[in-house]
């Protein structure tokens, strides 16, 4: 199957400015980013979708894939639907233009989950009982074959018998999808629905609209940057 990695990138952030063109270590944000997925197996080409000539010109410093997409797009689903109905491929993995720690391992599980379903994402455990209040880490729960049941900002499960915390099973949701390609374009047009308004996350359209995710498990927990503290936490790693 040829499957490729899409990176959506938007040049500006409410709450970190032009954050993907930010120094870590001597290199932007968004082209570590571009470095951990070509390391993945299994992937054909990374490009990275832009939303800005400022990030196409820095981006074109370090790869030609770089595919100027509309400033108006509200995700970067959209974003990617765009960019990929120009690209010759049978499925895509989007990689969010912020994890500059993404495992490439993960990305070649994903890639190839995609060649048996036509959605999937990934999932790791949390450990603590603040990763799991924190409303920013969206929690999903699964059936027996790690088919998706539902994503929440809630705790989920509830603990209604206050079960010790370390008797538990409660996994996070990362921000990383595979598609076939036709899905991925017939997802673009579906309508926003009930549930993924109420909670502001994307792949509840999906399962509202009675398509499965499959979810892929991995011990290691994405460090995303939104923040100038994620942004500081980052550049120690780097260190």
């Given amino acids: 199957m040829n499957t490729v990695v899409v990176i959506p990138a938007r040049l500006k952030s409410s709450r970190l400015p032009n954050k993907l063109l930010l120094d870590l270590g001597g290199k ?10 070509i390391k993945a197996k299994g992937i054909t080409e990374v490009y990275i979708a832009v939303d800005h000539p400022e990030l196409m010109d820095h981006c074109l410093n370090f790869t030609p894939n770089v595919l100027l997409t509309s400033s108006n797009h509200q995700s970067g689903t959209d974003r990617i639907a765009e960019a990929v109905s120009k690209i010759d491929c ?31 994402s990934a999932m790791c455990p949390i450990e603590t ?69 109420t909670e502001k996350l994307e792949q509840l359209r999906v399962l509202e609209n009675g398509y499965a995710i499959q979810m892929v498990f991995t011990p290691h927990n994405a460090i995303g940057i939104d923040t100038i503290e994620d942004y500081n936490k980052a550049k120690k790693i780097v260190q």
Avoid: W
């Avoid at 082209?31 to 951990?36: D, K, N, S, T």
């Fill in 28 to 37: 932007s944000i968004v082209q570590r980013v571009f470095e951990q997925c």
């Fill in 90 to 120: 049978d499925a895509v993995i989007n990689v969010q233009g912020d994890e500059p720690f993404i495992d490439p391992n993960l990305i070649s599980k994903l890639a190839k989950e995609v060649e048996h379903n036509t959605m999937v």
């Fill in 129 to 197: 009982t603040v990763e799991l209040n924190d409303f920013n880490n969206v929690k999903v729960t699964t059936d027996i074959n790690l088919k998706a049941i539902c994503f929440s900002r809630s705790v989920i499960p509830y603990n209604r018998d206050l079960i010790n915390f370390e008797k538990l099973k409660y996994y996070k949701h990362l921000g990383i999808y595979g598609y076939t390609k036709d899905f991925l374009l017939q997802f673009s047009k579906m309508k926003p629905t009930y549930l993924e308004e």
